[in-house]
């Protein structure tokens, strides 16, 4: 049986290399995972951190690491072959019922597209899950921060994708200049009934929310994922509590109407 308290070793299959900062690894695991979950990496002596799945077949998943600090780092290093140890998966992940039938609009910032890329290959690949249409707005530091280039391509035969950048310092990017929020105005089939997703860092969320809503998106219809500092992933140590919630019991994805107080 599948003991989600306990480290299990597994091993590295893949690399991609992304950016110079942002690599995903693919694991040898079976693990069942609903999207949004995350899952705690451990390298024996450096330490462990909670990353998001983000993708998965039967018997493999694969985590997006960007290089922040000591474990980041660490997991950057490494190469296929190697073994790292994974707990989980843990969290909530998203509310597919809810988004059944809808139209989805999904507004994400940066390596927030480690989480969202599940939720998108689960609509696309699942006959049984139909959506009315799907809206992503995706924003990243400029185009050499771009991640999930190929998976982005083969989006966008099915739904509306628009890639923007912060700037382009090389002046070759033929796309859209500008930061996620600029674009909601845009999306054309925005409604009350809208299922809204916003992930990213703080700001943009706030920005993206208020925007939303001016457009007509229902409070309870929007979701949001919060990254917060963890140590148990299991609801046990407080590190991740903001007011009652625990990001990692409760969350990571909240209903807007959870967290309003925490983001306005
Ligand atoms: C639910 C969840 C899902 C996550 N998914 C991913 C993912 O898919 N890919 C990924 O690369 N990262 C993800 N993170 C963030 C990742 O856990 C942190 O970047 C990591 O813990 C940093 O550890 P470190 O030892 O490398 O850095 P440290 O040496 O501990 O810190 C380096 C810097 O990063 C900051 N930092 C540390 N932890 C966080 C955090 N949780 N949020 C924001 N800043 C932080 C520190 O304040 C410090 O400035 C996720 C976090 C959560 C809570
Ligand atoms: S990480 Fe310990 S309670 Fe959430």
Redesign the pocket.
């Known amino acids: 049986m599948n003991n989600i308290y306990l480290s299990k070793k597994t091993e590295v299959i893949g690399i991609r290399k992304h950016t110079p900062t942002e690599w995903s690894l693919s694991l040898s695991i079976q693990t069942e995972t609903v999207p949004g979950q ?1 899952v705690m990496v451990s390298l024996p002596g450096v ?1 462990e ?4 799945v ?1 993708g998965y077949t039967a018997d493999s998943i694969e ?4 290089n ?6 660490h997991l950057c290093k490494i190469n296929p072959g190697d073994h790292l140890y994974i707990r989980g998966p843990y ?1 909530n992940g998203f509310p597919l019922e809810e988004f059944a039938g809808r139209h989805l609009l999904l507004i994400v910032g940066g ?1 927030a597209m ?2 969202v890329k599940p939720l998108i290959e689960y609509c696309l690949n699942n006959n049984n899950f139909q959506l009315e249409g799907m809206d992503i707005i995706a924003g990243f530091k400029s185009p050499r921060h771009i991640l999930f280039r190929d998976e982005i391509n083969h989006w966008k035969k099915k739904y509306n994708v628009r890639i923007t950048v912060d700037r382009d310092e090389d002046y070759a990017w033929m796309g859209s200049i500008g930061f996620v929020v600029d674009y909601i105005k845009e999306v054309q089939d925005i409604s009350e009934d809208t299922r809204a997703i916003i992930i990213g860092p703080p700001l943009m969320m706030t920005n993206s929310v208020r925007e939303l809503l001016r457009h007509g998106v229902k409070e309870e219809n929007t979701y949001l994922s919060f ?4 140590k148990c992933g299991t609801g046990k140590c407080g590190h ?1 509590r903001i007011r009652d919630k625990y ?1 990692c019991l409760d969350g ?1 994805v909240f209903n807007y109407n959870e967290v309003k107080e925490l983001i306005d």
């Not at 951190?49 to 998001?52: D, G, M």
């Not at 985590?63 to 960007?66: D, E, K």
Request: a neutral charge; hydrophobic letters at 35%.
């Open positions: 995350f330490g951190v909670p990353i998001s983000s985590l997006t690491i960007r922040v600090g000591e474990v980041t780092s969290g390596s480690a989480p990254e917060r500092h963890m991740c990001v990571p």
